[in-house]
């Protein structure tokens, strides 16, 4: 029996998220099916995040188990003939028969994108939340300086949430305008359910001139969702990268 990871890319619109649920296909569903196909063996995937439905990625990470005489890196390119195209592997490999994907120490890598003219790009709809509001990158960027470090981020995090503790590092926050796009990259020890869209949303609402750029300061502090913004749309948003520590 050996241990394989894969590094997984997926457009997320077709999907409703991540991990395998009852109400509809998932992206870990399709993979879990595939590899049982392609291995022989009943296969179920340890997944690193658990992305939301519509959330894109380009790099999440999964594990599995197996006793297929097939070499972990050769695995890649016999599943993605099988797999649909909205979905690829990106990379296969043995790893030690203990790694878990989601405790081991990692650094996570998000981006949301923004789309902001004064109207639509169809070719853009899936893969950025459009707003007509003109939006200040500076004062957004200004607000984002005050993520940086360790907080308790209660106010970021979506209701439901089972998690032991709120407390999250943020290691790299910026803020970029290409034309009319805007991409928010954030990097940090993990993010709390609906994390990184909440930031958005609240961040969106400082760029618009609702908030303040220091309202971010007492937002963290109060510790309560109902301070911060609204939870943006799942398809601005993509998993970058997962990057673990040796």
Request: proline letters at 4%; one cysteine or more; glycine letters at 8%.
């Amino acid at each position: 029996m050996k241990r394989v990871m894969l590094e997984i890319a997926y457009d997320g619109t077709n999907y409703c998220g991540w991990q395998v649920q009852p109400n509809g296909i998932t992206v870990q569903e399709v993979i879990n099916q595939k590899l049982s196909e392609l291995l022989k063996e009943p296969i179920e995937t340890i997944g690193a995040s658990r992305t939301d439905a519509g959330v894109h990625a380009l790099g999440n990470v999964a594990v599995f188990d197996t006793s297929a005489r097939m070499p972990g890196e050769k695995i890649s390119y016999a599943l993605n003939q099988r797999l649909p195209e909205d979905i690829r592997i990106q990379m296969s490999k043995e790893v030690e028969p203990d790694f878990h994907p989601r405790y081991r120490n990692s650094r996570k890598t998000y981006e949301y994108r923004i789309l902001n003219k004064k109207f639509p790009v169809p070719t853009k709809r899936l893969y950025s939340h459009f707003t007509y509001l003109p939006l200040d990158v500076e004062k957004m960027r200004k607000a984002g300086e005050y993520l940086l470090g360790e907080h308790d981020f209660k106010s970021f995090c979506g209701a439901g949430a089972q998690v032991k503790t709120t407390v999250r590092t943020i290691y790299d926050f910026q803020i970029k305008k290409e034309d009319d796009e805007i991409c928010m990259r954030i990097t940090g020890s993990g993010f709390l359910y609906n994390m990184v869209r909440i930031l958005a949303g609240t961040l969106i609402e400082v760029g618009s001139g609702a908030r303040k750029p220091e309202d971010m300061l007492e937002i963290i502090e109060a510790k309560d969702r109902k301070k911060a913004g609204a939870t943006a749309p799942a398809r601005g948003l993509t998993l970058i990268k997962i990057q673990y520590e040796e």
